[in-house]
């Protein structure tokens, strides 16, 4: 029998570097954080070897080479700050589905509750965009319910172009701040590469756990084994294991330095809205055990947003959740004796807040004294002080459309002379988008309106002239569910369609394998099934 091992290295977000490969005897500890392990038993007398043990570890490799001298004790007023993400996850979602993992963390950490955290966009990218680099995707145009805003970004197609090394990532100040950080995914696209981004040119974090779901999902052992069934399916383990087992080790590999963490956790939650409950009892016992670890932290476990599509999405809760990530904050021990400190949090939790106000809560706790971006772009404001008014969805750059603070919508009569008209304008515009982007051109099937589909024409309200309508309705081939907005002059009879994107209520999945890596999936029915 002989074992051998080798070291796997991020160079930035596309760019994975093997190591040598190395034997394994007892005592041999890889120096790095991902490592393939394989082992081999001798054959027949032709000198074969047969594979027996094929596996994939991630583990903290604390290189003491490239860290300050740890004779330097840990400043003491600096925080530690880690940031754990459940992907598609709502507040109440999170109410429901982990009721003793919540007790835990009231009860054990203090955390308050953000009831009122409202998404800024769509889906993972402008969201995430929003609270780890502070910055907006795309333009909100001028409307009755805004006076609208320029995105930092015109749209996802000019941020997917450029590299985020020059960002003003919010990792970056940390590190720029004495901390040790990590970053870990368990999605090897994760939020800044999809759908085809270019991401991180340079490694971003100290430790990046990318080349562990880069194996993880490329590795094909034998024809007929993935690597990814056995780390998971083979082991009884599952993707947010991975991922939480990285962040213990992290927590414990530095207890003097000042430590900076983000976990984000994709597959759990993202498709099915029930997967999260069985995870109650893993993340309860997680939080317990890690209780003393997390004394001295900033830890704020949060969603992107909440579920998008399913059945549950297609009702009013479902699209109440959505707009309404999950958000809770547990602030160090030493804080948490500070009555003036916790009642300012405690107010401010009753308060419409969004993304962009968690960056420049995260800007302040980091304070490094020659920052490579001096002065970051701020849409938002520090939850720790009292938050400026008006707090409305326009004051905070939330598109109209993902309000959760809107007026009850209005549904006109199924008679009414908007629906076919409008929704015809909206597939008109999905068909040019499909037909005009090379990663959909002669992919995907024309879309039509199913005509015996329901459409469902709601009234925004207001006193204006102008009346601006969610139109919600179906097309074929694939009875997909879109919704978009549209705005009517009742004067000229004109439609204008307001949305930059048609949000699908149902899943596509298996109908747009073929473009996955477009940020038009969601539109597309693949011709070849």
């Not at 893993?282 to 004394?295: A, L, P």
């Not at 949090?345 to 304070?367: M, W």
Request: charged share 25%; glycine share 4%.
């Amino acid at each position: 029998m002989n074992c051998q091992m080798r070291c796997l290295f991020s160079n930035g977000d596309r760019q994975i570097v093997y190591g040598s490969v190395i034997n394994v005897i007892n005592g041999t500890k890889p120096e790095c954080d991902v490592v393939e392990v394989e082992c081999h038993l001798d054959g027949d007398n032709n000198k074969r070897e047969y594979q027996y043990y094929k596996y994939l570890h991630a583990q903290i490799y604390r290189n003491v080479s490239k860290l300050p001298p740890s004779s330097i004790p840990k400043p003491p007023e600096k925080y530690d700050v880690h940031i754990i993400i459940l992907d598609s996850v709502s507040q109440t979602q999170f109410i429901r589905s982990l009721p003793k993992t919540l007790h835990m963390l009231r009860e054990q950490y203090e955390a308050i509750p953000f009831q009122h955290l409202n998404k800024v966009g769509i889906n993972s990218y402008p969201n995430g965009f929003a609270f780890l680099m502070g910055k907006m995707i795309g333009d909100i145009p001028v409307s009755p319910f805004s006076k609208g805003y320029f995105g930092d970004y015109k749209n996802i197609h000019e941020v997917c172009k450029i590299s985020l090394d020059n960002e003003q990532f919010i990792g970056f100040r940390f590190k720029d701040d004495g901390y040790v950080t990590m970053m870990s995914e368990d999605w090897e696209k994760g939020v800044f590469m999809w759908p085809n981004c270019i991401g991180f040119k340079e490694t971003p974090m100290d430790h990046y756990m990318k080349p562990f779901q880069h194996l993880l999902e490329k590795r094909q052992i034998l024809k007929t084994q993935k690597m990814e069934n056995v780390v998971h399916k083979d082991s009884c383990r599952e993707a947010h294991h991975d991922i939480m087992d990285y962040l213990k080790e992290f927590l414990k590999s530095y207890p003097d330095k000042p430590k900076f963490s983000l976990s984000w956790m994709s597959v759990l939650a993202h498709n099915y809205q029930n997967s999260l409950s069985r995870t109650d009892d893993y993340f309860y016992k997680f939080f317990n055990d890690t209780k003393k670890d997390f004394d001295n932290s900033f830890l704020f476990v949060m969603g992107d947003h909440g579920l998008r599509f399913g059945k549950s999405r297609q009702t009013k809760l479902g699209e109440i959740e959505d707009n309404n990530p999950a958000l809770f904050l547990s602030v160090p021990k030493s804080l948490r004796n500070n009555p003036t400190f916790m009642q300012q949090l405690r107010i401010n939790s009753k308060e419409l807040i969004t993304h962009f106000d968690i960056y420049a809560t995260l800007t302040e706790i980091a304070q490094p004294k020659n920052p490579r971006i001096p002065k970051p772009v701020l849409h938002g404001s520090s939850l720790f002080h009292p938050l400026p008014t008006p707090r409305t969805c326009d004051s905070l750059r939330i598109p109209f459309e993902f309000c959760k603070c809107r007026s009850k919508k209005i549904v006109l009569p199924k008679n009414n002379q908007i629906g076919i008209k409008a929704a015809k304008l909206m597939i008109e515009k999905m068909n040019l988008n499909l037909t005009t982007s090379a990663d959909t051109s002669n992919l995907c099937s024309k879309l039509s309106l199913k005509e015996d589909g329901e459409i469902i024409v709601e009234d925004y309200g207001g006193e204006q002239i102008e009346r601006i309508y969610k139109i919600t309705f179906s097309t074929i081939p694939g009875n997909s569910k879109f919704w978009g907005v549209v705005s009517f002059d009742p004067l000229n009879k004109n439609i204008q369609i307001m949305s930059s994107k048609f949000m699908r209520l149902n899943s596509y999945g298996k109908q747009a394998k073929c473009a996955k890596k477009s940020d038009l999936a969601s539109y597309c029915f693949c011709i070849i099934q």
